[in-house]
Each structure stands twice: as C-alpha cells, then as structure tokens.
C-alpha cells in the first residue's frame, strides 16, 4: 500500500505547492523578495526531508500541522494586510485560507486512513509526529476553521488549556 500512497501524498503535494507557488512567487517579486527568503520556507522544507520516507508523517505534517497552522494565523494575517492597504497580497492569502480548510480536511481523512489501515490510533500517530519533529502546537487556534476542516481537538486539546 506504500507505493500508491507515496504517489498519491506527492501529487498532492505537487499540486497544492504549485498553485500556492505560482500565486505567491509572483507577489513576492513585485514586493522585491522570493520564495525562500523567509525562515518559515526552509521550515517548510525541513519538514518535508523529514518525513520523506514516511507517508503518514508526510501528510500529518502537511495538512495537520502547517495547512493547520495557515487556519489560524490565516486570518489574522488578513487584518495586517488590511491594515498596510495590501489588498492584492490580502486577496492571495484570502484565496488560500479557502482552500486550506479543504486540504486540511483531505489530510484528515488520508490520515485517519491510513492509521486504521495499520491499526493505528490517529491521536496517538499526531502526537507521535508532533514530537518526532519537535514541533509544538500552540494557540491561538481558530477553532471554528479546524472544526470546519474536521482536525479532531483531542489532537490539540494539550494546548488548550
């Protein structure tokens, strides 16, 4: 089952990163930066390196942790944005916090999937993941987008409280 999971997680991926690319590499031009420049880029691909070997992993730390993570921080970013009249950046990220509810959605389900299928516990394979990136999942959350996207919040709840 390895295999077509692999295939399936990589175009995902491959899809998702272009079309997140193509949006956001122009703007970035026009704002005088580039992909990359950032320390959350090479974050992201960090994350990717470490789980390349592991489907599950790929897609925990894809869709759960960082398409998680643009639920929350999403909106916000929208209001600084708006606050520095960046409309054309804010219509990008607006288009992108769209989609995300959905991706993080498809990434639950491939990930509760894909425990079940080797008799896994979902909760227990995230908190798994969390630790074996040494990530941390903290607030603030948008509850109301997560639960949209259909994160389960015993995943999270930890950092709840």
Known sequence: MWPMTKQITSTLSIK??????????RRLKQLGSEYGSLEVH???LDNAIQTERNPLYRIGVTSLVNEGRGLDS???LLQKLLGVKDRQSHDIIKKILHEEVRHVNIGVKWFTYLCKEQNLDPNSE?????AFLGIKVMPPFNLA??????I???WYSHSLS
């Open 16 to 25: 998702g990163l272009l079309l997140f690319s193509e949006r956001t590499t």
């Open 42 to 44: 090479s974050g992201l």
């Open 74 to 76: 999403g909106p916000r």
């Open 126 to 130: 995230f908190q798994k993941l969390i």
């Open 145 to 150: 987008a997560r639960d949209n996207a259909g």
């Open 152 to 154: 389960p919040r015993e």
